[in-house]
């Protein structure tokens, strides 16, 4: 039999249950049950579901004691749990259970703990919820576990890692008090702290249940806004103590970011071992020369800029940030990379029109890529003008992310823009894009990728008249294509036979292919036969068999790749009156020529040749394709087939 105790002081109200047997060494577990203003009935519920669970079993436990902390003062949870805690250490726990009276135990809860006890110090558990009768229970949807690393919570929404019902050494709960000066947050400023020193645990089971609608009441109360407001402060409180860095592998290389909240949003893909806008980042690197030299205004913390500096391997990025915490971070990233300081310099500025001073407007610890300068005659932060801090050597990027004043900065580069006719990545706000569209006709430029975003836009931009080092020599080497999915043996890297499907094309006509290059020679050969019908180093001999009279078609297939653009314009102008047809990779993304010789053109690039040399398109297919590129980046799933004649 078991036997409970009587109240005996006048704020804690402590029941113990114990089993029989005195020969058993005693592990005491105190559920702690902190009672705020207006929730006495809420406590008596919440300890009913204690003794359902005791009942059930106590796994390891040889005594449970509930302790439910009187704070109808409204002097905060926090200060009612570590009273309690002081208590409950000096009447011998060995564990505690923190439950709070809107919650209810889960009647396996002590079970549920029994084999992880000697291995931990402090488990939590799913997070459940139910209805306040009990019924209704459901596990929170997409939630984080199990977890076993303090980076899972760092890297993830508060929401779906942990909350306040779970077992902590008793020791440990009294040498890591909650933090009686907040009002809401103190929970995961606590958690953090257990994480990063003790062994934790997140089972994936409950261990708790939390009730829907019923919340905190009280003087010091506080709602779910201001509950994440004050998370994301103490997420960057521990990042700023305890130096988070981390390490993101891409495409071979690799770079570091120290962090300084690892919820902010842009710091939260960091966090999660990828950078922010992947896509974008990538796309530059089709277009850029090897050993670029970028101007970044807006850098944030360097995601971009570490990318072009790591990744990319750029000769020099020059970083305008205004926010001097920002700077300061970026400044650091750049040391930890350990790029040589010749190749980076970070300006605490921001860009604008004109030389004026600014403030900043809106600071948001949860975005800060997000923050907003307003013109202020007293502000702290200068701004100066593009033209004013144009470099001595040419420059090959131009990204711009300043929240809505991408057009002042515009009109501040004019000079340096025209001068050397930079790529630029811009976010366009979207009450800026009609201006903004303006500005790009009369500038010279054109959208070369464009993504959509919900308030805004990112434009990768190039200028219609494009700088021949653009493209050539990209920073991204060819790369060769792989299948997605496992071929049969001798199947083409597409998954279909060309062959078959040129011959269906055919209708009976005879199709020649060129094959070779302007080095090894060229060769025509018959697409059915496979007979060389021609061979040699002059293209005019070679084009010499096609009969058009005869109906004859010429292919250029795997030749594509290896054309030159002379070469091409000669082949366009030398071309019988036959049918022409183009098949291969023609995605925009493969453009003009990488390093190896190869050339990737994307459909409007031939068809704009072919228009000039007084061809026109007559049939346009795009076919599936199984392949995809090496750096992870899906450029593709089809290949393009163009039909033009005379």
Known sequence: MAKMNAVRHAHAFPLRLRTASNQEPIMKCCVVIPVGPGHAILAERACASVYQAMSKGMGAFSAVEVLCWDDNAGQGRSRARNLAVRQAVAEGADWIFFLDADDLLDERAFEQVADYLEHHEAIWGAIHECSPDGHGRHCRPNQVMPIHRIEDILRNDPFLTLQMGHFVKARIALDNPFDENMDCG??????????????????????????????????????????????HDVFAQFCKQNDVIVDID??????????????????????NETFFETRELIETLYVLP????????GSNIGNHAIFWSCIADAARVDCFEPVKSNAIQLHRNFEI??????RYQVHELGMGDRPCAAALENYDIANQGASRLSLAEQGAIRIDTLDNQVPG?????????????????????????????????????????GRFFSWMADSGYRVHRSFELVHASNYLLCPIVERP??????????????????????????????????????????VLELQGDIRAGWRMVDTASGRVLQQGRRLRDILRCLDADAGDCLLLAEVLQTLESDTLQQLWAEMPASQVWLQGIMDSRWSRTFEDGHVYRDSEAYIQQANMNGLRLVKYLKTPHKSAFGMDDQLSNESSFLVFAR
């Open 250 to 271: 891409f495409a071979g290389r690799h770079a570091k970011f120290q962090l300084s909240n690892t919820l902010d949003h842009i710091q939260n893909y960091l966090a």
């Open 290 to 297: 090897q050993k670029p030299r970028i101007m970044d205004v």
């Open 337 to 342: 990379n350990g790029i040589e300081p010749s």
């Open 186 to 231: 103190e929970d995961f400023k606590y958690y953090l702290q257990l994480w990063r020193q003790y062994t934790c645990l997140k089972l994936d089971q409950p261990l708790f249940f939390n009730i829907r609608g019923q919340h905190s009441t009280g003087p010091r109360s506080a709602s779910g806004q201001d509950w994440r407001w004050m998370v």
């Open 393 to 433: 050597a040419p420059v090959d990027l131009l990204k711009i992310d300043v929240e809505g004043m991408e057009l002042e900065v515009l009109e501040g580069g004019r000079q340096l823009i025209l001068q050397h006719r930079p790529l630029i990545l811009i976010e366009v706000s979207n009450v800026n894009k």
């Open 469 to 510: 080092d653009f493209y050539r020599n990209g920073t991204v080497a060819t790369r060769q294509w792989q299948p997605k999915t496992t071929l049969a043996p001798q199947q083409a890297a597409c998954g279909w036979s060309l062959t078959d499907f040129i011959q269906a094309q055919a209708q009976g006509r005879k």
